[in-house]
Every structure is written in structure tokens, then in C-alpha cells.
Antibody, heavy 117, light 112 residues
Framework: QVQVAESGGGVVQPGRSLRLSCAAS????????MHWVRQAPGKGLEWVAV????????YYADSVKGRFTISRDNSKNTLYLQMNSLRAEDTAVYFC??????????WGQGTTVTVSS | DVVMTQSPLSLPVTPGQPASISCRSS???????????LNWFHQRPGQSPRRLIY???NRDSGVPDRFSGSGSGTDFTLKIIRVEAEDVGVYYC?????????FGQGTKVEIK
């Protein structure tokens, strides 16, 4: 069964760091670009970042550029999001998603990040 | 950034009746390879989004054929020919042509 599962969320103080993980299974992870998408409480979806299958290309939303880093370990079928200098506005559910046909076709259940003092 | 504008933002529907959601982009979504990377997603309360449509009009596996997508350039539409109770939730369009990818604001579909 094709699936991805996020972990690593929690409550963190402003200015601190957190690393999210996304474990993939049921497909050849190393062949697919992967994305992070987030959803603030009661709000819509916001695309955050993408990495190509080989990490040669990465793109970020302006709202996280310079603070967040997307990476992957194809030997472990795992995607990461290193989040530094966290702000209250980064509070959201973070979804990991697989790239397919210029969109994302497989989503995880999400992991919740709360930035609060 | 490409702005995706959906309308309406709220859509009360009657089961068995059709429904339609519009999505307009601030720039053409035709990519250099000739494809148009416009997607539609459905999100039920408390759940992850599920993609329904990719590249304007292609249904994802398992998506009922009562859902259809159409459009071109900057103007796109998601149609449900006969709404069912399970179709409630929020629908989002998303463009995957230009970086950064951007979503519409969402259209909340509820049963009358």
C-alpha cells in the first residue's frame, strides 16, 4: 500500500527549531520528488517546499525561505523538514506529499506543529 | 506568485443536484511542455486532502465519475453532476506550473 507518514511535530517556543520526518512505503521513494504542504488552524492549504528525487533541485515558499530546509535520505525512504527560527505563524499541520503529474497524489495524515511561548 | 481565485467560497448543495466550482489563475497555467498543471483536491473535516483531478481533467484512481474537471489557460471548473452527502467538505484548486505552487482559498461545500 502506497503511503507516507509524518512525525516529529510538537509544541516549540518561538525562535527554536524542530525537524519533521516523513516515512514512505509501498513505492519506489527514490524516483519521486516530494513536497511539504501545511495548513494553519482553520485555514487553507499552503505549499511549503519540494525536493527533486535526487536533491539536486529544491524550492521553497517565500514565507519559509532561509529558515526551513527540505532534505531526504533515499536509503531510508524518508523525507525531512528542518525548521529553524520558528514563528507563531508557522503553527500548522504539516503534510508530506508525493509528487505526481504536476501535483501531489499521496498525502500523509499530517503532524501538528505549534509555536508558542 | 500565481494567485488562484476560487468562487464561490461557500456552496450549499442539494443531494442529487449538480454543483460547480470555478478557479481562475492570475497567469496562464500552460507549462513549456504543453501541459497544464491544474489540480483539484477535496478535504473532509479532520482528514488529509485527497486529489480528485490532475492536469485539468484527469480523474485520479478511485474518484467517482460524477466529478469532472475542465478549462484552459487561466479559467478552470470542477463539476459534480449529482452531489452526494459524502461530497461535503472543502475543495481546493492548485497550480503546479509555476514556482511556488499555489492553492485557491477553498470552497466549502455543504448540504442544504
Amino acid at each position: 500500500q502506497v503511503q507516507v507518514a509524518e512525525s516529529g511535530g510538537g509544541v516549540v517556543q518561538p525562535g527554536r527549531s524542530l525537524r519533521l520526518s516523513c516515512a514512505a512505503s509501498g513505492f519506489t521513494f527514490s524516483r519521486f520528488p516530494m513536497h511539504w504542504v501545511r495548513q494553519a488552524p482553520g485555514k487553507g492549504l499552503e505549499w511549503v517546499a519540494v525536493t527533486s528525487h535526487d536533491e539536486n533541485n529544491k524550492y521553497y515558499a517565500d514565507s519559509v525561505k532561509g529558515r526551513f530546509t527540505i532534505s531526504r535520505d533515499n536509503s531510508k525512504n524518508t523525507l525531512y523538514l528542518q525548521m529553524n527560527s520558528l514563528r507563531a505563524e508557522d503553527t500548522a499541520v504539516y503534510f508530506c506529499a508525493r509528487d505526481d503529474f504536476g501535483g501531489v497524489d499521496v498525502w500523509g495524515q499530517g503532524t501538528t506543529v505549534t509555536v508558542s511561548s | 506568485d500565481v494567485v488562484m481565485t476560487q468562487s464561490p467560497l461557500s456552496l450549499p448543495v442539494t443531494p442529487g443536484q449538480p454543483a460547480s466550482i470555478s478557479c481562475r489563475s492570475s497567469q496562464s497555467l500552460v507549462y513549456s511542455d504543453g501541459n497544464t498543471y491544474l489540480n483539484w483536491f477535496h478535504q473532509r473535516p479532520g482528514q488529509s486532502p485527497r486529489r480528485l483531478i490532475y492536469k485539468v481533467s484527469n480523474r485520479d484512481s478511485g474518484v467517482p465519475d460524477r466529478f469532472s474537471g475542465s478549462g484552459s489557460g487561466t479559467d478552470f471548473t470542477l463539476k459534480i453532476i449529482r452531489v452526494e452527502a459524502e461530497d461535503v467538505g472543502v475543495y481546493y484548486c492548485m497550480q503546479g506550473t509555476h514556482w511556488p505552487w499555489t492553492f485557491g482559498q477553498g470552497t466549502k461545500v455543504e448540504i442544504k
